[in-house]
């Protein structure tokens, strides 16, 4: 079974600062994606950064990069200059596209950016 | 803009009613899901679609069905509402290509 963890419920961050948002997953395959989507008060859920497991280079999006450690089965999130639109709950997510593209998500780490 | 559509944003229902929660996609993907959200849990998979009329359980199903007569419409039903359903419903899709899911923007839904 697929299983996603993260085991920070909740983190804050003065403003301009850089904070990182753990993420373990549980796999027996090789070819896999993951994902961070972003939650913010409205609801919507917005996809903040992808990484394919084949590829080793981490990505990165703006002030938003990965740490992806595939042996130990690791996905943090790095967000640097923090800023108060970055308030929201963060989501860790895992798919193997030959499963339907079924998504497991993590349980969420609240984050808030203070001022 | 690519969008997917959930017709309520907010639904309050009694108990024992039937439900029917609507999402529709304009992006002509493949793949449709219904997830529910609950605070610690995160999205849990209730049941997922991958062509009309063609149907899969997720991972909490019982309480649930669905509907995909067309490509870009796929329902989720509840065939008797409980309290334990009020939660956070949320529809994504997806062209199965890795590229990630599309979200609603969810559906509350109290049960009283």
């Known amino acids: 079974a697929q299983t996603v963890t993260q085991s920070q419920p909740e983190m804050s961050v003065q403003e301009a600062e850089t904070v990182t948002l753990s993420c373990t997953y549980d796999?027996?395959?090789?070819?896999?994606?993951l994902f961070w989507y972003k939650q913010p008060p409205s609801r919507q859920m917005i996809l903040v950064i992808r990484?394919?497991?084949?590829?080793?280079q981490n990505a990165t999006e703006n002030r938003f990069s990965v740490n992806f450690q595939k042996a130990a089965k690791s996905f943090s999130l790095k967000i640097s200059d923090s800023q108060l639109g970055d308030t929201a709950m963060y989501f860790c997510a895992f798919t193997q596209l030959y499963n339907f593209n079924k998504f497991y998500f993590g349980s969420g780490t609240k984050l808030n950016v203070k001022p | 803009d690519v969008k997917v559509t959930q017709s309520s944003r907010y639904l309050v229902k009694r108990t024992g009613e039937k439900v029917f929660l609507e999402c529709v996609q304009d992006m002509d993907h493949e793949n449709m899901f219904w997830y529910r959200q609950d605070p610690g849990l995160g999205l849990r998979l209730i049941y997922f679609?991958?062509?009309?009329?063609?149907?899969e359980k997720g991972d909490i199903p019982e309480g649930y069905s669905v509907s995909r007569e067309k490509k870009e419409r796929f329902s989720l039903i509840l065939e008797s509402a409980s309290t334990n359903q009020t939660s956070m419903y949320l529809c994504a899709s997806s062209s199965g290509t890795g590229e990630g899911y599309t979200f609603g923007s969810g559906t509350r839904l109290t049960v009283v």
């Open positions: 796999t027996s395959e090789n070819n896999y994606y």
């Open positions: 990484q394919e497991a084949y590829k080793q």
């Open positions: 679609s991958y062509d009309v009329k063609m149907k």
